[in-house]
Each structure stands twice: as structure tokens, then as C-alpha cells.
């Protein structure tokens, strides 16, 4: 049993996925003795989860590996994660670090923990711990706490998608879904626990139910749907594809089902998506769209878009304005293209100068800025009374989303987290919208 003087800090770089797996590791730890602390301060081990989707991610997490290090040159350095997967010998490099561990066995970062504290001494070499990803299982883990409203939950890992500009297959390896009893098991408890919303992600969620003998993630969501008391449900984000007529048409009648969907769109233009070796085209995606607005008048869809990708012209970038417009999302996280080494996109031919890509990301940018504000002008004047379960309280304002994810503040005194209000919607300056709770 580990002493309960020792304080582990986590850093955790990338998405919902990285989040939950830091967090489940920190509740192991927690079972074993060990006091998780913010990262941020001096710890007596430090447990870095990469991530690698950019060279960015890459230098920001040695940066932080080194940052760790220096704060306390004593203290026992172990990173994971899609960087020590793919690249476990830029990590070793760097003096201090301990441990290497991948994504296949992530959980063994707990052991390795003790092993460490046991010896009382750092590694003059850092050990390393990668099991292949070929032909992995998923590693179930699971959580219990959660933030006063909402939890992350995975039930998917790896991606067989393999589009040109991204480098996860490589670092999470094939399909791998979270047995359904589990998934359950970890909802109701939550659930039981009070949690108001849970979010089921995983890296390629869309593709969840792939590798079962014929469960799918309707399935899934219609065993959620069905739990005691279960509040608000929403899912990672999806690929366009996945939303067919069967598969709408079942998810429309679920109570517990937000009414918002992050679609990963990724360009407009169908030369793009061709380029970049996406499942479907603007005419597929489109009737996708049109398909979840007519089983869910409220439905509000949100999506990613990369500019400047090798190949796009004028025409490319023009016809993904078109699209944006012709499909009124809520919100579109916009990026300038940016290579990733060992990722086809990387080397082709007709790559497109830096400025121009960040141009075209502005004029993107300022064309969401202008939907966002119709679509939420729209959705005041048609619906102005609304749930929102609010979620923080900051400078005299309750701040919470309703269930298609629009942001709310209603100024007050009260402390409402946790807690679902009728509101009425006022008005809005683009962002977020004002309401007032109704009595």
C-alpha cells in the first residue's frame, strides 16, 4: 500500500478520451493511497497523457514533460498516451522521465507507480511498457466521481477510418468497443450517484457495436434511455455517415438523448473529402442533416472544418462557405491545416501557403460568427422557454446549457449548479444566450 503522503499530479493533453482515462487512472491511485493534487504544483510523481494529433501536441507535451521535471527533479516522471505510442523514443530522450507506456495497457501505469515509489529511486534509463495495439482488447476501465453535473464515459477505442491527415490509427489502433454491461454499469452507478448528464465519446464513437456480434450503438442507447432516473445523454463526436434513416428514426424517441450532435465534417467541398479519404460527400451529409432536423425539430448540430488543406482552391474553399451556410450549425471549431508528419496530407502536392490557410480560417470564422447569431436568434424568437442545467456559477451569473446546447447565463445571486430551471430566452450577443429562471 502506497503511503498517503505520496501526491501523484496528472497532466492530461487532447480530448474527452484522454480526460476520462487520466481520470480513471487517478481513482485507481486513489484506491491505492496515493493523494492525486492539481499538476501544476510539486508533486511527488508526475503522469503526463499525451496527445498527438498536431506537432503542436507533440512540442506542448514535451514542454511539459520537461516543465514537470524541473519543478521537482526528485520526483518519478511516467508518460502515456498516443505520443509514447508512436513516438517513445523522442520521450526517452529527455532526461528524467521514468516510465513510457502506450495506449493498449494504460492501466499499468498504476503498478508501475508502485514499483517506483518502492524503490525510492528514479530510473537511469526510463522503463518501457508498449504492448502491440494489433489485436488489443478494450481496457475496461471505469469511473465514479464526476464534476457537479456531468461525466465522461468511453465506449469505443481505435479508428480504421485512416483519412490522410491524421495519425490516431496509428496511435490507438483498430475498433475496440466497451462490452454494453459495462457501459450500463458505469451509467446507473453514476446516475445513482446524482450525475445530471453523461457523455458517451470514444475515438471513433460512430463506430461503436462494430466488433460485437451484432449490437450496435442504437442498441446501446436505447439500454441507457431505459436506466431509473437517467438524466441528460449526449454522444462524442460522429462521423455524418452514421446518421441513416433506421438509425435516426430509433434515436428520435429516446427521452434522455440531447438533441445535439457534433458532426465531424472536416471540409465542404467534395474534392476535399475525396483528399482527404472521408466516408462521404456534401450530398450525403446534407441529407444526414436534413434527416435529424425532420425527427428532431430542436436538434442543433456542431462540426470541425479544416481550411487551407493540400489541393483546395478558391472554388474548394468557396463551396465549403456554401456548405456551411446551406447547413446553419450552432458552431464550427475552425483549423488552418497543419501537417502531421508520418500522415499522407503531410507530403502531397499542392500544399497551400500558411497565410493563406490562416486567411481562409478568417473569413471561415467570421461566416460562423454570423450563422451562430441567426441560429440563436432563430431558436429565442421559436422556443424561448427552455431547460438548462446549469453548471457553474461565475461573477453573479448561473451559467448552464439547455439540452441542444445552447450556452445560458442568467444573472444571479443563487447557486444553481446542478440543478435544471425553466428559463425564458431573452436575447443574445452571439455567444451566449441571456434568460431569466421562470418562477
Known amino acids: 500500500m502506497a503511503q498517503a503522503t505520496r501526491t501523484v499530479g496528472i497532466f492530461t493533453l487532447g480530448g474527452k478520451v484522454n480526460q476520462y482515462e487520466s481520470e480513471a487512472i487517478g481513482e485507481l491511485l486513489e484506491a491505492r493511497g496515493y ?28 514542454q511539459i514533460i520537461r516543465r514537470a521535471i524541473s519543478k521537482n527533479p ?43 515509489v518502492s524503490s525510492g529511486k528514479k530510473n537511469r534509463e526510463p522503463t518501457l511498457r508498449l504492448a502491440p495495439l494489433e489485436g488489443a482488447p478494450f481496457e475496461c476501465m471505469s469511473i465514479r466521481k464526476f464534476d457537479r453535473t456531468r461525466a465522461y464515459i468511453k465506449i469505443e477505442d481505435g479508428c480504421e477510418s485512416h483519412c490522410t491527415y491524421c495519425i490516431i490509427p496509428k496511435a490507438r489502433g483498430s475498433i475496440r468497443s466497451k462490452a454494453p454491461d459495462d457501459v450500463l454499469r458505469e451509467v446507473r452507478e453514476l446516475t445513482e450517484n446524482g450525475c445530471r448528464e453523461v457523455v458517451l465519446t470514444g475515438i471513433e ?9 451484432g449490437y450496435t450503438l442504437a442498441d446501446l442507447l436505447e439500454a441507457v434511455d431505459a436506466i431509473p432516473g437517467i438524466g441528460r445523454v449526449r454522444l462524442g463526436s460522429l462521423d455524418p455517415s452514421l446518421m441513416k434513416q433506421d438509425f435516426v428514426d430509433r434515436i428520435a424517441s429516446l427521452r434522455s438523448l440531447a438533441p445535439h450532435f ?24 446534407l441529407a444526414s442533416i436534413e434527416r435529424l432536423r425532420r425527427a428532431m ?38 483549423f488552418p491545416f497543419s501537417g502531421r508528419r508520418g500522415t499522407p496530407a503531410a507530403t502531397m502536392s499542392g500544399q497551400i ?3 493563406v490557410r490562416r486567411a481562409r480560417a478568417a473569413i471561415l470564422s467570421a461566416l460562423e460568427a454570423s450563422i451562430r447569431q441567426t441560429v440563436l436568434e432563430e431558436e429565442i424568437k421559436q422556443a424561448p422557454v427552455s431547460e438548462v442545467l446549469f453548471e457553474e456559477h461565475k461573477n453573479g451569473y448561473a451559467l448552464g446549457h439547455t439540452a441542444n446546447f445552447l450556452s445560458v447565463r442568467v444573472k444571479c445571486d443563487t447557486d444553481l449548479r446542478a440543478t435544471v430551471k425553466a428559463v425564458r430566452l431573452l436575447g443574445t450577443d452571439g455567444h451566449t444566450v441571456d434568460a431569466e429562471v421562470l418562477k
Open 35 to 62: 493523494r492525486v493534487c492539481p499538476a501544476d504544483g510539486t508533486c511527488d510523481v508526475y503522469i503526463i497523457n499525451t496527445c498527438t494529433v498536431t506537432a503542436e501536441s507533440d512540442r506542448k507535451a514535451r
Open 74 to 116: 526528485e520526483s518519478f516522471v511516467l508518460v502515456t498516451g498516443c505520443l509514447a505510442q508512436t513516438a517513445p523514443e523522442s520521450i526517452a530522450r529527455i532526461e528524467g522521465v521514468d516510465f513510457i507506456g502506450g495506449n493498449a495497457d494504460k492501466c499499468a501505469i498504476v503498478d508501475a507507480v508502485d514499483a517506483l
Open 205 to 213: 464513437t460512430a463506430s461503436y457495436g462494430r466488433d460485437l456480434d
Open 262 to 285: 457534433h458532426l465531424s465534417m472536416q471540409s465542404g467541398s467534395d474534392n476535399i473529402l475525396r483528399l482527404m479519404k472521408r466516408k462521404y460527400n456534401t450530398e450525403m451529409a
Open 297 to 334: 425539430p430542436r436538434v442543433m448540430l456542431t462540426t470541425d472544418m479544416i481550411v487551407g488543406f493540400p489541393g483546395e482552391t478558391e472554388e474548394d474553399f468557396r463551396r465549403t462557405l456554401d456548405f456551411a451556410e446551406r447547413a446553419k450549425f450552432l458552431m464550427i471549431h475552425v
Open 353 to 355: 501557403p500558411m497565410d
